[in-house]
């Protein structure tokens, strides 16, 4: 319970910057002890003297004590994190929240979509997925940036494509790109499921949701089959502050990962 509400330092050992906005922050703990996450769980990251903010961890528990923070600068706290440099040090609290279904996706198909920052979360699923190749069946990655200069994680799209079939699109080319150009419902067409056998995940932007959804259903997905992630909604993380209540749902502590079957009649989620 202590690990709820206190704060422990961690240290920042390495920044990276991925686009004008994003940057990865690699830390570890002080005494090297291990987060203890689960891949789609959040922390709550204190910058001293600014304030704390809830941030996904986009790295795999399988990769050691160190874990990672895709951390775009929108407010005084995430600007202030894009100030510090390796050796600084933060607050962490967490980790918090349900996760992706790790369990319930064993010996399954899926079907994974991101829309622009939303591969941060779904980054350490990926990863976990990875590690643990041989539990899981047909891996297919959908992910849709604005631009070619918003695409996160670009070195690493050749290692997501060798977990299965990663398709990468954007909403509108430059002189530079040759990939597809078009929202990330337009990558649907191009994939193959079986409804029966495929778990279905989408992180990203409130307004992706609505249409991606249609897609999964088009495809004969059932409800208890999709997953979304409503982490945009949270403040606090513990439940008291009431910023992500939804309808008597508290986003921070039984989500951010939800069952669409679970939300779908909540008019405020989606």
């Not at 939303?118 to 297919?140: C, W």
């Not at 059932?222 to 502050?241: A, F």
């Not at 009431?242 to 951010?256: K, L």
Request: proline share 6%.
């Amino acid at each position: 319970m202590d690990l709820i509400y206190r704060p422990r330092l961690a240290q920042i050992l390495e920044v990276k910057e991925l686009t004008e906005r994003e940057k990865l922050f690699t830390l570890r703990l002080e005494g090297g002890e291990v987060l203890g996450h689960q891949p789609g769980q959040f922390v709550e990251v204190s910058v001293f003297g600014v304030g704390e903010c809830p941030i996904s961890i986009c790295s795999s528990p399988t990769r050691g004590p160190e874990f990672q923070m895709c951390v775009r600068a929108v407010g005084n706290v995430t600007n202030a994190l894009h100030r510090l440099r390796p050796g600084d040090y933060v607050g962490i609290r967490g980790p918090y929240g349900r996760g992706f279904p790790l369990q319930e996706s064993k010996g399954q198909d899926l079907l994974i979509a991101a829309g622009g920052l939303g591969i941060a979360p779904l980054r350490s699923f990926i990863h976990y997925i990875m590690d643990n190749r041989s539990d899981y069946g047909e891996v297919t990655i959908l992910y849709g940036a604005r631009e070619p200069k918003e695409i996160l994680f670009k070195d690493e799209i050749s290692l997501m494509q060798g977990i299965g079939r990663c398709l990468l699109t954007v909403d509108r080319g430059d002189e530079t790109w040759e990939g597809h150009v078009g929202v990330i419902t337009t990558l649907c067409p191009m994939v193959t499921v079986d409804p029966s056998r495929t778990i279905a995940i989408t992180v990203g932007p409130p307004i992706m949701y609505r249409f991606i959804l249609q897609e999964f259903f088009k495809m004969g997905i059932p409800e208890e089959r999709i997953y979304v992630d409503l982490e945009r909604h949270m403040k606090c993380g513990v439940g008291k502050c009431g910023h992500c209540q939804i309808n008597g749902f508290y986003v921070c502590r039984e989500g951010p990962v939800f069952k669409y079957s679970e939300i779908k009649d909540l008019p405020e989620a989606i």
